[in-house]
């Protein structure tokens, strides 16, 4: 549900070049996209960077689009997008202690540090290729061939890297070396032995227990 939603300004946009023009299209997708931040930030009272991205690259050059008449910067727009992902990953082998793939997915998954070291890596190859791909058909063939391109090529490049990545990880997941086993066993076990620790001298109010009382001879006699 959520792909169809992030998928909204697209496919409008599709259906607009399809019934006017790529000017058309372009101003749609710049009302639908307004629309889908607007929509995202009344419901959850916050926005996600890459929508904020996105309405800022829509605005930004479907605006000179529409003012110069030129369809050019429209088609830039999935080679910036793409290639400012590239330099994210990027970023991330050298800001931080984990690629950011590694951020993203490490709660879900284990893997050795060198293959999200390559997965990453991946990532910011498919990413480059992708924007170059955009370019290329944007420059090398007709409007209509690079609408279909945008819509179902590249949508079709992402579902099949994904699959492939996968595989990969599908690969990788039981590949951990020992000493990374070693060092998750070893970790394990001091948090066992911490929580012992705990325990054991933690106060237990079970250990208070009241001394019966027995009637003596002289109480006894006082009763009588």
Do not use: C
Not at 86 to 106: C, D
Not at 122 to 144: K, R
Not at 162 to 173: A, D, E, F, V, W
Not at 183 to 211: F, G, L, Y
């Amino acid at each position: 549900m959520k792909l169809l939603f992030d998928l909204f300004p697209v496919v409008l946009f599709f259906i607009a070049y399809q019934m006017y023009d790529i000017y058309t299209a372009t101003l749609v997708i710049i009302l639908a996209t307004i629309v889908q931040v607007a929509y995202l930030y009344i419901k959850h009272k916050r926005v996600e960077k890459l929508h904020i991205i996105t309405l800022v690259l829509v605005v930004l050059l479907g605006g000179l689009t529409l003012i110069l008449q030129d369809e050019a910067f429209i088609k830039w727009k999935p080679t910036i997008v793409n290639w400012g992902f590239a330099i994210v990953f990027l970023g991330s082998h050298y800001i931080g202690q984990k690629p950011i793939i590694q951020r993203m997915m490490g709660s879900m998954i284990e893997l050795p540090e060198q293959v999200w070291s390559r997965l990453s890596w991946l990532w910011i190859g498919f990413f480059v290729l992708s924007g170059v791909a955009n370019l290329y058909v944007a420059f090398n063939y007709d409007t209509d061939t690079w609408v279909n391109f945008k819509v179902f090529g590249l949508m079709m490049m992402t579902i099949v890297f994904i699959l492939l990545q996968g595989l990969y990880i599908h690969r990788h997941m039981d590949d951990l070396e020992p000493n990374d086993l070693d060092a998750k066993s070893t970790e394990a076990r001091e948090n066992n032995q911490k929580n012992n620790t705990v325990e054991a001298t933690e106060p237990s109010s079970n250990k208070i227990k009241s001394m019966p009382t027995t009637d003596t001879p002289d109480s006894q006699k006082s009763t009588k």
